[in-house]
């Protein structure tokens, strides 16, 4: 598992150093299996708006914009099919020092000056393929250092987690065992219960057939969600640290509950769904068609979450593509499974809307 430093220190803020931490965890039997920085070492990147985009005169592929560094207007040429006015992005001034010992200049493309240059996440070795320059929210400060503002002075400690210990596989686990051995007081997220309207006919019911594998099943509904945008670039960001990409707001969200807090979840598009939901064994000769595009052949000791209409997931593992979400998904049923403890951040009768 892999552990953000700094995501740590919001539950356990006198957490040690970075290394010292790795020796204690690994003394505790959680083996620390790597350590490293959160970001490649990159310099003199700044939070930029394109204000202007203009055509190239002398070349039909790049665009010579005018961007403001927070100090003033600096002309850069970019090639990036998605520089348009008033982008948010990330812009390596003259002088700038990018991953892979490159270094900025100033230089003339096809005859137009250029006082820097507008940045990938891919160049700056945040991501393993971007497709046009970085685009960060329309708030972000303009002029701020990007390694600030996307806190990225951070280490990542990757532990090995043996599998009798599930309750330490998440932040929160982890953090209750560095506060313990630390002696310190432990920080937990608030899990208070989200207030709704409770004569809502939310969700429809759910039904238990194989209790001895899954012996709670709780889901809320959630209406009027938009899910094309892209996720605040802060969950994104915690998301790649933990090793995980970016999909969507819905399924960003799933994910980032069970890194936190170690809680199965998955999100099904509620109007995808025919009928209740069943947790049962599956029958014979049932398949279910996964996210991934594979459609497996299911067997009777195989668990799986099922509407009117057949599975819909494998329980626990994966979900199907029949109520998968999408960036036309408006309404999304959350589920969360779990042992003998309900989770106080669910109930089976509640609506919200966000």
Same mark, same amino acid.
């Not at 209406?223 to 819905?250: C, F, H």
């Not at 459609?295 to 209409?309: P, R, S, Y």
């Given at each position: ?16 150093? $970075? ?21 490649? @070492? ?39 099919a998605n520089a348009r006015t008033g982008l948010v992005s990330a812009l390596a001034t003259v002088g700038a020092q990018l991953p892979g010992d490159m270094k900025i200049r100033a230089a003339k493309l096809r005859g137009v000056e250029s006082q820097g240059m507008l940045c990938s996440a891919k160049e700056l070795g945040l991501a393993e393929e971007s497709e046009g320059i970085f685009e960060l929210p329309a708030d972000a400060p303009i002029g701020a250092d990007l390694r600030d503002y996307l806190d990225l002075n951070d280490e990542i400690l990757e532990c090995a987690i043996t599998p009798n210990r599930?309750? $330490? ?15 310190? @007081? ?11 309207? *409770? ?5 429809? *019911?759910?039904?238990?057939?194989? $209790? ?17 945008? @892209? ?110 403890? $309900? ?12």
């Amino acid at each position: 598992m892999k552990l953000s430093l700094n995501w740590l220190k919001e539950f356990v803020p006198d957490a040690p150093a $970075a290394r010292e931490l790795g020796d204690r965890l690994t003394m505790a039997g959680f083996e620390l299996e790597s350590l490293q920085p959160a970001a490649d @070492a990159f310099s003199g990147v700044i939070v930029a708006r394109l204000e202007q985009v203009e055509p190239h005169p002398q070349a039909d592929k790049l665009r010579v914009c005018q961007v403001n560094t927070g100090a003033g207007l600096i002309q850069i040429v970019c090639g990036a099919a998605n520089a348009r006015t008033g982008l948010v992005s990330a812009l390596a001034t003259v002088g700038a020092q990018l991953p892979g010992d490159m270094k900025i200049r100033a230089a003339k493309l096809r005859g137009v000056e250029s006082q820097g240059m507008l940045c990938s996440a891919k160049e700056l070795g945040l991501a393993e393929e971007s497709e046009g320059i970085f685009e960060l929210p329309a708030d972000a400060p303009i002029g701020a250092d990007l390694r600030d503002y996307l806190d990225l002075n951070d280490e990542i400690l990757e532990c090995a987690i043996t599998p009798n210990r599930g309750d $330490a596989m998440s932040m929160l686990g982890l953090a209750r065992e560095v506060a313990a051995l630390k002696g310190s @007081a432990l920080s937990p997220p608030d899990c208070s219960v989200v207030t709704s309207d *409770p004569s809502a006919d939310a969700v429809k *019911p759910t039904v238990l057939t194989a $209790a001895a594998a899954c012996p709670q099943f709780y889901s809320r509904l959630i209406v009027e969600v938009d899910n094309s945008r @892209a996720s605040p670039m802060w969950l994104q960001e915690r998301l790649r640290r933990a090793g995980l990409r970016s999909i969507s707001p819905v399924v960003d969200v799933t994910n980032y509950v069970v890194q936190e807090l170690g809680q199965p979840m998955h999100a099904y598009d509620f109007d995808r769904l025919q009928g209740g939901l069943q947790v049962r064994w599956a029958n014979r000769s049932e398949h279910c068609e996964l996210l991934d595009g594979r459609t497996v052949a299911l067997t009777e000791d195989v668990l799986v979450i099922a509407d009117d209409a057949g599975p819909v997931a494998m329980a626990g593992i994966m979900g199907g593509e029949g109520s998968g979400i999408s960036g036309e998904t408006r309404h999304v049923c959350t589920l969360g499974h779990c042992g003998p403890s $309900a989770p106080v951040w669910f109930d089976n009768r509640c609506e919200s809307k966000i």
